[in-house]
């Protein structure tokens, strides 16, 4: 009983690995750091707002955000032809408990 106990929590362990592994990678670049941290100060953001407040085009801008959205740490909404973002308060507790674990 007690190596199916083991064998459960090594895997638990390993599935929490990879999914904090695949968090960490999505902010791995100072450029996303960026955009949570603004997104957590505004609440939310059209893609155009914060290309104004970051020094980089808006495609690269877009990249950014489609990384930090596959990944779940932001939200998008769409608002005609304009998408509004905000972080996903959940997603970003998650993050912080798995970074707690290490």
């Known amino acids: ?6 064998a459960g ?3 638990a362990h390993a599935a ?3 999914e904090l592994a695949r ?3 999505a902010l791995a670049h100072p450029a996303r750091v960026r955009i949570v941290r603004l ?3 505004r609440g939310a953001c059209v893609c155009g707002q914060i290309v104004l407040d970051l020094p980089l085009a808006q495609a690269t801008v877009s990249q950014h ?3 930090l959205k596959e990944a779940g740490i932001i939200r998008g909404q769409v608002d005609g032809p304009r998408v509004c973002y905000c972080l996903d308060a959940k997603r970003l507790k998650r993050v912080k408990e798995l970074m707690g674990g290490l």
Not at 1 to 6: E, P
Request: glycine fraction near 4%.
């Open 65 to 67: 955000l489609k990384v």
């Open 9 to 11: 929590a090594a895997a």
């Open 39 to 41: 997104l957590a100060r």
């Open 1 to 6: 009983m007690g190596a199916m106990r083991s």
């Open 16 to 18: 929490a690995d990879v």
């Open 23 to 25: 968090l960490a990678h």
